[in-house]
């Protein structure tokens, strides 16, 4: 299916566990996206990418890892998760003036 | 850096009615894109309209019409004929125009709105 997918959609995880959200897009975007979603916040960006092995923080990027070896996958990972990280997280890719957004990915850390 | 201000954390309004929803936003660019999106209880983040900045004329789509003034950096939303399915979180977007790249959205906080049968 052509688009913008997440996995998982939800994920229930430990403190200091490793956690790996997955993005896949199959428009051959150069540009990818990760934003987090919190009550009173807003949409935050967490690191995007320009291209294959490029790729720069954005405004909340601590305690998050990113990869693109792949144009159309951009994995986030939480290294060891905390409580903090308990959010919703979106990937995105874009085209000039335009984002696409995937449908979310819910995580909870207890 | 930009900013983008929503000063209307919840609004209602009565199906069939029409509300208009703020937002204001700071940039010394010239050059962007403005942004409405929805967010209905499914979560999923869809446009609803886009405003070119070099573009005097207000983008209309539908029933979903803004109000862009430049100067006073103000683009705020008007949903026409307001029906129960307009029922969702609205954020209001920023993104600096940038020629052969693809910028970054910048939101506001969001606008919960609940339409009223």
């Known amino acids: 299916d052509a688009g913008i997918t997440q996995s998982p959609r939800y994920k229930i995880t430990e403190t200091g566990r490793q956690v790996t959200l997955m993005c896949h897009q199959t428009w051959s975007h150069s540009y990818m996206f990760w934003y987090r979603q919190d009550l009173g916040h807003g949409l935050r960006l967490i690191y995007y990418s320009a291209a294959a092995d490029i790729t720069d923080k954005g405004e909340v990027p601590d305690g998050y890892v990113v990869s693109r070896s792949k144009t159309e996958n951009f994995p986030l990972t939480l290294e060891s998760a905390t409580r903090s990280q308990t959010s919703v997280y979106f990937c995105?890719?874009?085209?000039?003036?335009?984002?696409?957004f995937g449908e979310g990915s819910r995580l909870t850390v207890l | 850096a930009q900013t983008v201000t929503q000063s209307q954390p919840e609004m209602s309004v009565q199906e069939a009615e029409t509300v208009t929803l703020s937002c204001t936003y700071d940039t010394s660019e010239n050059n962007y894109y403005l942004f409405w999106y929805k967010q209905p209880p499914s979560r999923q983040m869809i446009l609803v309209i886009r405003?070119?900045?070099?573009?005097?004329q207000n983008a209309t789509e539908n029933r979903f019409s803004v109000n862009f003034q430049k100067a006073a950096k103000s683009f705020s939303l008007k949903i026409s004929d307001s029906q129960l399915g307009d029922t969702a979180m609205y954020f209001c977007?920023?993104?600096?125009?940038?020629?052969?790249?693809?910028?970054?959205?910048?939101f506001g906080k969001g606008t919960k709105l609940s339409v009223k049968p």
């Open positions: 995105a890719s874009g085209l000039t003036g335009e984002l696409f």
């Open positions: 405003q070119e900045a070099y573009k005097q």
């Open positions: 977007a920023f993104m600096k125009h940038a020629f052969g790249s693809q910028g970054n959205l910048i």
